[in-house]
């Protein structure tokens, strides 16, 4: 499957950006999917993980209360909603996939999935 992740961009503290990712190409039928995130000189975090159908969720402490992760469907995009965004934000976020039987496990590490989109840069101004 190929992911297309758009929706980055610079903003000041305290704004928002939405980003999608869109999966396609020769899919699984249902895929758990997830939000990754990395800054420089750190590894690659979880930010929120979502499950084929939408019925659970994850989210890193650090994006609780503030970012939204979202599907309309198991092949439809996901969303990422990140609202009252901070400095520490900044990195380029990653969308990730896997295929999976279940319509309510989410995957909360990177050897957890197989495919990945290009990354997203977003960058929070103080």
């Known amino acids: 499957v190929q992911l297309q992740a758009s929706g980055g961009g610079t903003v000041q503290t305290g704004g928002s950006l939405r980003l999608s990712c869109i999966p396609s190409g020769r899919t699984f039928p249902t895929l758990g999917m997830a939000w990754f995130r990395q800054a420089p000189g750190k590894e690659r975090e979880l930010v929120a993980a979502?499950?084929?159908?939408?019925?659970?969720?994850y989210y890193a402490d650090s994006g609780k209360g503030r970012f939204t992760i979202s599907r309309d469907n198991a092949l439809k995009p996901v969303y990422l909603q990140m609202n009252n965004l901070k400095p520490e934000d900044t990195a380029v976020y990653y969308c990730?996939?896997?295929?999976?039987?279940?319509?309510?496990?989410?995957?909360?590490?990177?050897?957890?999935?197989?495919?990945w989109g290009q990354g997203t840069l977003v960058t929070v101004s103080s």
């Open positions: 990730a996939a896997r295929p999976t039987l279940s319509s309510g496990a989410v995957y909360n590490t990177p050897r957890e999935y197989n495919s």
């Open positions: 979502i499950s084929s159908t939408g019925s659970n969720t």
